[in-house]
Structure formats: structure tokens, C-alpha cells
């Protein structure tokens, strides 16, 4: 065979190639809107959830072949909310005006989550499913109808998490303690909720002072805070200012004593403070329950995320927001924001035949959907099942900071905490 030949059966085989490719991908792109925090304080949260919504929907793609979800390939456009309000309801609002998405995965942070339902997606009746969110107040707007159901979220409520926190800290030898904490929703309510149980617990506060984000110098807050000489800090707040306001407070002489909120166990402000002065440091973060999702996202993400590990703040939660909102396209069978909301509940109720993460796992998702059998996805977190406020309910997890690295060092379950608030003052 003489070479020219041996060129055109490769120009052949190329083209075969290319049309087997371009036959197991669909034609079109669902396009899901997300409006994280890639820069701010809470940038790190934003980078390492936008990865995680990359690795879901790769996987999801993988999983459907040519038929897609829907009939398409999943995508998504992610717009930075700078860890400003103001900033993510103008980013929503394009995704939602202009690009016409039914659904959007974000915010991080409570205090951008609350403007864009309540100015954004509820009113214009777009899906929004929140990977990290935590703040009672989306409870409340929710339980007076103000969400009208198109809020949903993948991490549990600070109403709880204070609860969690306030045990955790008497636990640990922690009977006083001054508080420092962020001064926007997430952060008062956090601090609302802890007072609570802590001083109901036999807990006392010296002191609480708040902060505000993005601050050049924390002196003052921290020499206020320093007044009283309190035995222990609770931080509360986020990894960017954290690293500055915690080496303050080390730098003036404070205890290293310190309780830390979730999202704190993150390497970047470890590194920054100074592992050195972390070895009593302790903190609580929304739990998970392992399964075989959990093990796929070990593997998978950190081979993937351009140097994050699995355990990155909001990584997790961001995975499981992607994979069920995907899911809940294919239940829908179409992309519109009604149908998928009611999709959502579809997918992660009790009944249908369980499934897990990757793409073996969501290809059996899906055959089950296309079978019209009921399927129920149980993630990196574990089993969950949002209720009418779209909350979750779940384990919490309590640990430590030991020579750099977090170390998990047991479990608060969610019956525990609620049991625990039944019996606090209203």
C-alpha cells in the first residue's frame, strides 16, 4: 500500500472517529446559572464549589451519552459575586433576564444567598439551590412564603449548627469565651444561635464584637475583644479575614484557645495563621454520612480541582447541589425551572432505588428515570430529603486542628441537636 493510500484510509478513519464523537454528544447545552464567591472573603468557597459543579456535570454528561439530560449537555455559567450582595443580585439577574436559566446554584454566603432569592430568583420563579448558605433567616423568608418554594439548600441551618457549636465548646473545657464574628447575616445569626444554647448550657460570654469584611487591620475589634481577659475565642466569619483577624489576636497575646465555625478548616488560613498556633483550635462543620458517593468524590475531585483536597469548604455540599439539580432535569424531562423544582424532592425521596455519584452510578440514575422508575440519589454527604422550608437536616461534624492538618474527632447527631434545642428557651 502505497502511501498516498495509506493517507486517505487515515483521513477516513479520522472522519469515522470524529462522527462517532460528535454522535455521543448531544447537540444543544442546558445552561445552569451559578453565582459563587470567586473572590472576597469567601473566594476560596467559590473556587472550590465551581470545581465540584464541573466534575458533577462532566460526570453527568458521560452518564447520558448522546441523549443527554433532557436532550442536551449539561453546562453552566458562573458569574462572581465578590462576596457582595449588591454585586450577586446584578450577576442573577443577567442569568436570569438575559440569559433566561431556570435554575442557579449559589450563592455561597448568606448574606449574598438572602438578596438573590428574595430580589431575584423568587420573584422571577428560577430555581436556586445553595451549597453553603447556612443562615436561619432563609428558613424564616421561606416558612412566610417569601421563597414561595424555589429555594432549596445541601448544608444544615445555623439554627442548628449553634446548637451543635455550644455543646461542642462546653465539651471542651470551654465554660467562657469572647466571640468575634462577621458582621452580616450569617454572623449574627450564628451568634444569636450559639448565645443561646451556650448560656442556657451554663456557658458565658465575655464578649462579642463584630467585624467587617475585608478590613486593611483588625487591632481594634481584636483589642476590644482582648478586654475581660477571656479564656477562648469563637471566631466566626470566613477564611480570608479569619487569617488576619486570628494572627491579631495570637500577635496581642490571646489564648490559643480558640472554636472555629465551618469553613474555617481550610489549609489556606491554617498556613496563614501558623499551624504552630493551631494545636488548640477546634471547630464544627455540617457532618456527612459516608457512602460510595463519598469515596468516588475522594478520588475524583482532588485529581481535578487544581489543588483542592475533598475536604474544601462547601466542596462537598456544591457536588451534591450540582448532581441533584442535573438529575432533577432529567426526572423533569425538560428545562424549566417548575418542573425541576418539583423534580428536585423526586430525586432524593425516601423510596426509589438508591444511587450514587459518578458516572457509573448517575448512568443508572438515569436509566431508571428514562424507565419512569423511581430513583433516589444519596450523595457525598449522604441520604438527604429537603423539607417545605427546602432545608435539610444532618449529623455535625466536630474536629480539630493537630500540626496543620484537620482531624475529625467524633459526631453530633442531628437528633442529638434537636433534642438538645427542645430544650432551650424560646
Known amino acids: 500500500m502505497n502511501s498516498a493510500a495509506r493517507s486517505f484510509i487515515a483521513v477516513l478513519v479520522g472522519a469515522a472517529f470524529a462522527q462517532a464523537a460528535q454522535a455521543q454528544t448531544p447537540p444543544c447545552t442546558h445552561t445552569v446559572g451559578m453565582v459563587v464567591s470567586l473572590t ?19 460526570d453527568l454528561n458521560q452518564a447520558a451519552g448522546a441523549q443527554g439530560i433532557a436532550g ?16 450577586a443580585v446584578d450577576q442573577a439577574r443577567q442569568l436570569v433576564d438575559l440569559k433566561k436559566v431556570p435554575a442557579i446554584i449559589g450563592g455561597i454566603i448568606s448574606s449574598v444567598s438572602v438578596p438573590m432569592v428574595t430580589s431575584v430568583t423568587a420573584p422571577a420563579g428560577v430555581v436556586q439551590i445553595s451549597p453553603a448558605s447556612s443562615t436561619p433567616s432563609l428558613t424564616k423568608l421561606a416558612a412566610e412564603g417569601k421563597t414561595k418554594g424555589w429555594f432549596f439548600r445541601t448544608i444544615t441551618s445555623d ?26 447575616d450569617f454572623g449574627v445569626n450564628m451568634v444569636a444561635e450559639f448565645r443561646r444554647a451556650y448560656e442556657a448550657l451554663g456557658g458565658k460570654i465575655v464578649g462579642a464584637t463584630p467585624y467587617n469584611p475585608e478590613q486593611s487591620s483588625y487591632n481594634a475589634e ?7 481577659d477571656p479564656p477562648a475565642l469563637y471566631f466566626i466569619g470566613y477564611p480570608g479575614d479569619g487569617t488576619t ?41 455540617s457532618g456527612t454520612t459516608t457512602t460510595p458517593s463519598t469515596d468516588y468524590f475522594a478520588k475524583a475531585y482532588p485529581a481535578m480541582s487544581g489543588g483542592f483536597d475533598a475536604g474544601a469548604p ?11 439539580l442535573g438529575l432533577a432535569i432529567a426526572q423533569a424531562g425538560k428545562f424549566e425551572a417548575g418542573p425541576i423544582r418539583d423534580a428536585i424532592r423526586k ?21 431508571l428515570i428514562r424507565e419512569k422508575k423511581p430513583v433516589r440519589y444519596v450523595g457525598v454527604i ?45
Not at 442536551?72 to 454585586?87: E, H, N, T, Y
Open 40 to 58: 472576597g472573603a469567601a473566594g476560596r468557597y467559590g473556587q472550590a464549589a465551581s470545581k465540584s459543579v464541573e466534575l458533577a456535570f462532566d
Open 72 to 87: 442536551c449537555k449539561l453546562g453552566f455559567d458562573v458569574r462572581d459575586a465578590q462576596s457582595q450582595g449588591s454585586v
Open 159 to 184: 439554627a442548628l449548627q449553634g446548637t451543635a457549636a455550644a455543646r461542642y465548646a462546653l465539651d471542651r473545657g470551654f465554660k467562657s469565651l469572647s466571640i468575634i464574628y462577621v458582621n452580616n
Open 222 to 228: 481584636v483589642t476590644k475583644t482582648l478586654q475581660g
Open 245 to 285: 483577624i486570628v494572627r491579631t489576636w495570637i500577635q496581642q497575646g490571646g489564648p490559643q484557645h480558640i472554636l472555629l465555625n465551618d469553613g474555617m478548616n481550610a489549609a489556606d488560613f491554617i498556613k496563614g495563621v501558623g499551624p504552630q498556633y493551631l494545636n488548640d483550635a477546634f471547630g464544627t462543620s
Open 314 to 324: 462547601a466542596a462537598d455540599r456544591a457536588f451534591d447541589a450540582a448532581a441533584i
Open 347 to 367: 430525586v432524593t425521596a425516601p423510596g426509589g432505588e438508591v444511587v450514587y455519584a459518578g458516572p457509573q452510578g448517575f448512568a443508572r440514575a438515569l436509566q
Open 382 to 426: 449522604g441520604p438527604v430529603q429537603f423539607d417545605a422550608n427546602g432545608d435539610i437536616a444532618g449529623p455535625f461534624r466536630t474536629w480539630r486542628i493537630t500540626n496543620g492538618e484537620v482531624k475529625t474527632v467524633g459526631e453530633i447527631t442531628a437528633e442529638d441537636v434537636q433534642k438538645l434545642q427542645a430544650r432551650l428557651p424560646k
